[in-house]
Nanobody, 127 residues
Framework: QVQLVESGGGLVQPGGSLRLSCAAS????????IGWFRQAPGKEREGVSC????????SYVHSVKGRFTISRDNAKNTVYLQMNSLKPEDTAVYYC????????????????????WGQGTQVTVSS
């Protein structure tokens, strides 16, 4: 059974940092691209970042470029999202998901490209 579990969310002040983890069981993460999405109250789900399986290439939504870093540890079967210089507008539930493809592609932000999803972890950026 495929399962994704996110962790690492919490309450942080603006300018602070958090590292989210996405641990997989039931399959090997390095076979597919992995994406991070977020959904704030009253807003649509947004693709935040993606890391490819085949070449480790990464993609980011414009609003987080230079602040967020996605990485993977195949030995631990885990993908991470390091979030620095957090802003109140980063507040959302963050989800990881397994892509149907090995490469993120230019359409990495489209939820239809993903098959399995975690339950999400809440990130709140507030003073």
């Amino acid at each position: 059974q495929v399962q994704l579990v996110e962790s690492g969310g919490g309450l942080v002040q603006p300018g602070g940092s958090l590292r989210l983890s996405c641990a997989a069981s039931g399959f090997t993460l390095d076979y597919v691209a992995i994406g991070w999405f977020r959904q704030a109250p009253g807003k649509e789900r947004e693709g935040v970042s993606c890391i490819s399986s085949s070449d480790g290439s990464t993609s980011y939504v414009h609003s987080v470029k230079g602040r967020f870093t996605i990485s993977r540890d195949n030995a631990k079967n885990t993908v991470y999202l390091q979030m620095n210089s957090l802003k109140p507008e980063d507040t959302a539930v963050y989800y990881c998901a397994t892509s149907r493809y090995r490469l993120c592609g230019s359409n990495y932000y489209m939820a239809l490209r993903y098959s399995y999803w975690g339950q999400g972890t809440q990130v709140t950026v507030s003073s």
